[in-house]
């Protein structure tokens, strides 16, 4: 068994998130020694507890049982029943960040998925439970009444109660509109069950009727998303009210049950505004999510990788381990990069939406027409945008990293990679879902697109000029935001890098990289311009994969830099890294300016054989 490495995860916390910006705005002081107690009393339990089982609950799977009364019971693995009792002893089971006055640890977000990746790196099935229950929470303590946090809210914390998020449906996955479940008030008059009696003490009742499908832990309560009139809302539908119809036999996280739900008139307590659910209800907790999924898929990856580490240095082909040949060092190496690369830009996309929050927690103890909040709302409005960049995109690039990762682990081990002697195959099969679920990776680069290329239309068309006398101006007015927040990262590096020649040395390949992109939008922008909108719009999808490489690119590069300003080790990694993705982001850049559109054209139909 390889080492329960995660070095690199106590470097992020001790050394790389700036602690003190979130315990400023949060008014607190620095409980950094706390987080990181935490964090080692989490990696011992998981070291000697959770991954020695791991192999168990893939193999017994979760199951469905009949119950006599008609209803389905769902059995977890033994493994994951232990772990579950475990997290609820640690107090990790909800609540970790939680505010102390309702019950919680108010920890930042960034520990709680420090601590997630840690579970997941010793089974990724048990890590997905806490990470469900405090994202709920989350939802729960900014959105529903107070009778709900006064009373539900603490059986959450024990753990004697676990929930989960409910959207997908058959015909509606990343697709709401098309939604097909609804809910309708209690009629007075006929629907006065002591039941819902009971649930009108928490608030207005709803009874729900439809399906629900691919809910991870879905056989307990689930914060359900239902049509009512045209709007969409979020309803708090207990385990015993609803039925579990089946659970999903999977290709992977098999110790996790992924159930399917059935709603008959089964009563539901409004959470938030009515018409809320979508927007900002469920908005909040996909964020929270795709942070927990890009977590796990770091855990995932960093596992495999960790395991072919030491194969790669014990295994003897040819008289020497096969460590020493070159293809599988080059495996090695840069999914070591890549690794970190990928944390870095995750835990920044946490600490920022860490910000946002507080930022948003801060504004409310202010009146609107006061200085302070002006100057709040500003910086909130800031951190909300670059969480909007950010989430995705790490979301995007650590799930598409941990499949790469665990493929090319997998290759080290040859042969027996493919067996179920060793876990390689598993991580294989659990790092599969991190690119679907949460919103698939297109679903990912879509919204990432959108946020650095459409909403920045105004500045498009200020920048670009059609006809034979185009030209290219910018100015701090039509400056585009994430440039903006380019520069602040590349001057916050030179003001610290003491004139050192590498740092500034790769500064300037990503001065490359960026102006590769610049390249790529105004092709983008005046190839679309040509053509009529919804063309124009499909035209770009083709490319925006490729647009969002180049971006993350840039992004890991300056934030690997940040980190060799604190360790020398850390230099090595950047430079690796960076001179690697100058050369593929300018390969992005040429795929863009290629132009090869065919796909939406008639070649796909010539080729697909599709009749026009």
């Not at 709900?148 to 753990?159: A, T």
């Not at 809910?183 to 009696?197: G, H, L, M, Q, Y």
């Not at 096969?322 to 944390?343: D, K, M, S």
């Not at 939008?521 to 719009?537: H, N």
Request: a negative charge.
């Amino acid at each position: 068994m390889a080492d329960f490495c995660f070095d690199d995860l106590r470097f992020i916390l001790e050394k790389y998130i700036p602690w003190g910006d979130i315990e400023a705005v949060q008014g607190k002081e620095s409980l950094l020694d706390e987080y990181i107690m935490t964090m080692e009393t989490v990696a011992k339990w998981c070291e000697e507890q959770v991954e020695p089982e791991a192999e168990g609950n893939d193999k017994d799977e979760c199951r469905l049982e009949e119950m006599s009364d008609g209803n389905n019971r769902v059995i977890l693995p033994k493994g994951i029943t232990e772990g579950h009792e475990k997290l609820k002893e640690l107090g990790l089971f909800c609540g970790v960040t939680l505010p102390e006055d309702k019950g919680g640890f108010d920890f930042p977000l960034t520990t709680f998925f420090a601590y997630g990746e840690i579970i997941s790196m010793a089974d990724s099935s048990l890590g997905l439970t806490p990470m469900l229950n405090e994202g709920s929470a989350q939802v729960l303590v900014e959105f529903a009444n107070e009778k709900i946090i006064s009373e539900y809210l603490p059986r959450l914390i024990s753990g004697e109660r676990l929930c989960a998020m409910g959207l997908t449906e058959p015909g509606a996955g990343s697709d709401l509109v098309v939604m097909q479940t609804t809910a309708r008030p209690v009629d007075t008059t006929s629907d006065n069950s002591e039941r819902i009696k009971e649930l009108q003490n928490l608030g207005e009742v709803y009874l729900l009727n439809g399906s629900k499908i691919f809910i991870s832990n879905g056989y307990g309560d689930v914060l359900a998303l239902a049509k009512v009139g045209e709007g969409i809302s979020m309803f708090l539908v207990y385990g015993e009210d609803k039925k579990v119809s089946r659970i999903e036999k999977k290709l992977g996280i098999k110790g996790s049950a992924t159930c399917e739900l059935f709603f008959d008139n089964s009563p539901g307590v409004l959470v938030g505004e009515l018409g809320g659910g979508l927007i900002p209800n469920m908005l909040k907790l996909m964020n929270i999510a795709r942070l927990g999924v890009a977590t796990q898929a770091l855990a995932i990856g960093q596992r495999a990788h960790s395991f072919a580490v030491d194969y790669a240095n014990e295994r003897i082909q040819f008289g020497v381990p096969i460590i020493e040949h070159p293809p599988v060092r080059q495996i090695i190496y840069e999914n070591e990069i890549n690794l970190q690369a990928t944390r870095a830009l995750t835990y920044m996309a946490s600490y920022y939406f860490d910000m946002r929050e507080a930022y948003k927690r801060k504004l409310n103890t202010f009146s609107k027409d006061s200085i302070e909040y002006k100057e709040l709302n500003y910086k909130l409005k800031k951190y909300h945008r670059i969480s909007e960049i950010f989430i995705p995109l790490s979301k995007y690039d650590a799930s598409e990293l941990s499949n790469t990762v665990a493929y090319s682990s997998l290759q080290v081990y040859g042969g027996y990679g493919f067996t179920k002697e060793y876990p390689m195959e598993r991580f294989y099969r659990d790092a599969r879902i991190t690119s679907i679920y949460e919103g698939t990776s297109q679903i990912q680069i879509d919204q990432v697109f959108n946020e650095t290329f459409y909403f920045e239309k105004l500045g498009l068309i200020n920048q670009f000029k059609l006809g034979d006398n185009r030209t290219f101006v910018e100015t701090e007015k039509n400056r585009l935001f994430l440039d903006n927040l380019f520069d602040e990262y590349k001057n916050e590096i030179i003001s610290n890098a003491d004139g050192k020649k590498i740092v500034l040395d790769l500064l300037e390949m990503i001065d490359r990289m960026r102006l590769f992109l610049k390249e790529s939008r105004e092709i983008l922008f005046l190839e679309a311009r040509k053509k009529e909108k919804e063309e124009g719009r499909r035209y770009n999808s083709v490319f925006q994969k490729d647009y969002v490489d180049i971006i993350g690119a840039i992004i890991k590069g300056y934030l690997l830099l940040k980190q060799a300003l604190i360790s020398d080790y850390k230099g090595s990694i950047a430079k690796s890294y960076i001179e690697r993705m100058k050369i593929k982001a300018e390969y992005h850049k040429n795929n863009i300016k290629g132009g090869v559109d065919d796909i939406i054209g008639e070649s796909y139909n010539l080729v697909m054989r599709v009749d026009s």
